[in-house]
């Protein structure tokens, strides 16, 4: 429920900005509404993925508010699962024919 409350915050940068918020910033607005609710008892594991003009970012966010930069993550109740699939096959040059089979698996 509480990640419904992100789009109208991205909305209301765009608006009072004039152009569209980084994904940087989309994460640390999600960390900073997380971090409020800290200690209430929430659990979730979010990533916040998407390409601005400084390129592609993807972030993963906590429900203590912790936020971190990567380039690989997996998150759910089959992450381990995922995370075995991507040690396997991934690559740095794959194809997208290569990925799109990799994320079959």
Known sequence: L???LLPPQCRLFELNNG???TVRAASQLLANT?????????SMGTMVAG???TGPGLYYV??????TKGQ???VGSGSL????????????????DDAI?????
Not at 62 to 67: A, E, F
């Open 72 to 74: 690989v993550f997996s």
């Open 51 to 53: 390409w601005d003009p």
């Open 62 to 67: 906590d429900s203590d508010g912790q936020r």
């Open 2 to 4: 509480l990640l419904l």
């Open 34 to 42: 997380m971090f409020s609710y800290r200690g209430m008892g929430l």
């Open 19 to 21: 152009k569209r918020i």
């Open 81 to 96: 699962y995922a995370y075995g699939v991507l040690d396997s096959g991934y690559k740095w040059d794959m194809s997208v």
């Open 101 to 105: 089979e990799l994320g079959r698996r």
